[in-house]
């Protein structure tokens, strides 16, 4: 499980470790500064020991705060004895440890899925930045990956060396380091790792490209890792213009966070799609496949009118409305024999419809208290030809008819509860109290008040 070379640490394998440990601290010179905290993304394995004992080398003097998370996928038999293992190297270092078990759901990519889990586990350590171990041989595997995916070009733009991802401050300092180079370090000093076992599984195409393809590769091309980085980074350019071209499109398609159909159909085909990757970019999901974009963007532009467009492109739902895509995550609310009885209490949290109803006390305003209770008061959902009279110059109506005179999106639609007196529909979010339930002037009455939570 642990390896450990035989040989010990020589002065010439001194100078070697010293000069691999200036080379990160020149890679972090831009970015870190004394009393910043820094964590390190600890595995276990060789290239995260090495990053470990280089930061544990350089911490005291640059006065970093340096600390270590360990996520725990409990993929592996042996995934307790790594972090086990992880525990002892940094008790032994003097570095804080926190361990993170996660559960990875299996699908078609348990390598997806696992990395989607450790990063929300990096994102939760209140630190100045994460550094991980990654080296200028997997930015090559990536970038082979990826393009063998046919990936667009910000996917060819591999991993960049620092990443900001929310509040989390992503940094690589090893990235132009080879592994062989990583695998010297540690030789000469004696470092302990583990192996996962899963790296040596070729039906994961990254590890069969490692060695299977590469290793066919390096006799012809010598410095195809440093090709190939080149080429990320040529690609890792032409995304940041293709970024400041969609801010260009942006100023004339962008309302009030959704994107105008108008100002699209003005765009040529390329620059359309490049506005829609850059608009679906800062969620937190998987982007979109070509195929996606593609419907997407031919439902938004082609479709009639009236037509009510609605394209999955994974966490989210696109929906074209009012002439705007707006881009919508997806809602898993309660059956539609959703009911809730209300008791009089002043706030009722809702946690199934992700919100809160205030029941303020008043004086003719609002609703009729006495009039509310003549009969058990319930919240359910809309269930179709719900009637409303809001207005006392118009006749009763359909709740449909009122949600598209008030322009209500169809996607919030089904998820505005309906207060009802009995078999009497009194109020509906957004459209107002039937004319049958106002009070009279000083008549003891309710005003509600309908609160989505912040995160919905």
Same mark, same amino acid.
Request: hydrophobic share 40%.
């Given at each position: 499980m642990a390896n450990r070379p035989a040989n010990k640490p020589t002065a010439g394998a001194a100078r070697?470790?010293?000069?691999?440990?200036?080379?990160?601290?020149?890679?972090?010179?831009?970015?870190?500064?004394?009393?910043?905290?820094?964590?390190v993304g600890l595995s276990g394995g060789v290239d995260s020991m090495v990053l470990l004992d280089a930061l544990a080398a350089l911490a005291p003097h640059r006065q970093w705060r340096l600390s270590a998370i360990h996520v725990n996928h409990q993929l592996s038999p042996n995934a307790a004895a790594w972090a086990a293992f992880c525990r002892r190297q940094c008790r032994a270092r003097g570095v804080p440890l926190r361990v993170v078990k996660v559960d990875v759901k299996r699908g078609n990519s348990t390598e997806a899925a696992a990395r989607y889990v450790r990063y929300a586990a990096y994102r939760s350590c209140r630190v100045d930045y994460v550094m991980l171990a990654h080296n200028q041989d997997d930015q090559v595997e990536t970038?082979?990956?990826?393009?063998?995916?046919?990936?667009?070009?910000?996917?060819?733009?591999?991993?960049?060396?620092?990443?900001?991802?929310?509040?989390?401050? #992503?940094?690589?300092?090893?990235?132009?380091?080879?592994?062989?180079?990583?695998? %010297? +370090?540690?030789? /000469? $000093?004696?470092?302990?790792?583990?192996?996962?076992?899963?790296?040596?599984?070729?039906?994961?195409?990254?590890?069969?490209?490692?060695?299977?393809?590469l290793p066919r590769i390096e006799p012809r091309v010598r410095g195809y890792r440093a090709t190939l980085t080149r080429a990320a980074m040529h690609m890792a350019e032409a995304a940041e213009l293709l970024d400041e071209l969609a801010l260009i499109d942006a100023r004339d398609c962008l309302r009030d966070g959704a994107l105008a159909v108008d100002g699209l159909q003005r765009l040529s085909n390329g620059r359309a799609r490049n506005l829609l990757r850059w608009f679906l970019a800062d969620k937190d999901f998987a982007m979109p496949d070509q195929r996606t974009l593609d419907e997407a963007l031919r439902q938004a #532009?082609?479709?009639?009118?009236?037509?009510?467009?609605?394209?999955?492109?994974? %966490? +989210?739902?696109? /929906? $074209?409305?009012?002439?705007?895509?707006?881009?919508?995550?997806?809602?898993r609310g309660p059956d539609?024999?959703?009911?809730?009885s209300w008791q009089g209490e002043r706030s009722l949290r809702i946690p199934a419809l992700a919100a809160t109803l205030k029941m303020v006390r008043g004086r003719g305003v609002g609703i009729d208290l006495e009039r509310l209770s003549a009969a058990p008061v319930t919240l359910r959902l809309r269930q179709g030809g719900e009637r409303l009279r809001p207005d006392a110059a118009r006749p009763r109506r359909h709740v449909k008819d009122l949600f598209q005179e008030q322009r209500v999106p169809?996607?919030?639609?089904?998820?505005?509860?309906?207060?009802?007196?009995?078999?009497?529909?009194?109020?509906?979010?957004?459209?107002?109290?039937?004319?049958?339930?106002?009070?009279?002037?000083?008549?003891?009455?309710?005003?509600?008040?309908?609160?989505?939570?912040?995160?919905?």
């Open positions: 070697v470790a010293d000069e691999f440990v200036r080379g990160v601290e020149r890679a972090l010179q831009p970015w870190i500064k004394a009393g910043d905290r820094v964590c970038f082979m990956l990826r393009l063998l995916r046919g990936a667009g070009v910000k996917g060819l733009a591999a991993m960049p060396q620092t990443r900001t991802d929310g509040d989390m401050h #992503l940094v690589r300092p090893l990235l132009e380091v080879t592994r062989r180079e990583i695998e %010297g +370090y540690a030789k /000469h $000093r004696g470092l302990e790792w583990v192996d996962d076992e899963s790296n040596t599984d070729i039906q994961y195409l990254r590890n069969f490209l490692r060695s299977e393809i #532009l082609r479709a009639k009118q009236d037509a009510r467009v609605k394209v999955d492109v994974g %966490g +989210y739902l696109l /929906h $074209r409305f009012d002439g705007a895509l707006h881009l919508i995550p997806k809602w539609a024999d959703f009911s809730l169809p996607w919030a639609r089904d998820r505005v509860p309906f207060l009802w007196s009995g078999p009497h529909l009194v109020w509906v979010p957004g459209l107002g109290i039937d004319q049958r339930f106002h009070p009279a002037t000083g008549a003891r009455s309710i005003v509600p008040h309908w609160q989505w939570d912040s995160a919905r």
